[in-house]
Nanobody, 130 residues
Framework: VQLQASGGGSVQPGGTLRLSCAAS????????MGWYRQAPGKQRELVAT?????????????DYADSVKGRFTISRDNAKNTVDLQMNSLKPEDTAVYYC???????????????????WGKGTQVTVSS
């Protein structure tokens, strides 16, 4: 299983960026997908995630960090195994390395699904500066 992220870059305060991430490989189900970030000297923190309500459901729970509510929007395409993060009204404090995240259930040796396992993509830099 691999997570391939794209997007990121440098923008001025108030600007917009969009991050995208795609999961590839063989797996039973993606329980959750989303984004975390890590600023220099700080711990990695949740930005936004979407968790499936059920295996066959296209609906999901969304969770946002308080600091990004109203500015960032996460969207997930279950058919394509992708998750996007639209980031508007960016602030200097949003500067960080952003990591794609997914909790994925694989097929076990018996063919039955495993418990969810955490996967991370390579980070992509987001810099907000004037």
């Amino acid at each position: 299983v691999q997570l391939q992220a794209s997007g990121g870059g440098s923008v001025q305060p108030g600007g917009t960026l969009r991050l995208s991430c795609a999961a590839s490989g063989r797996f039973f189900h993606i329980n959750a997908m989303g984004w975390y970030r890590q600023a220099p000297g700080k711990q990695r923190e949740l930005v936004a995630t979407v968790t499936s309500r059920a295996i066959l459901s296209s609906d999901g729970f969304t969770d946002y960090a308080d600091s990004v509510k109203g500015r960032f929007t996460i969207s997930r395409d279950n058919a394509k195994n992708t998750v996007d993060l639209q980031m508007n009204s960016l602030k200097p404090e949003d500067t960080a390395v952003y990591y794609c995240y997914a909790r994925i259930r694989l097929y076990g040796e018996t063919g039955l699904p495993t418990d969810g396992m955490d996967y991370w993509g390579k980070g992509t830099q987001v810099t907000v500066s004037s």
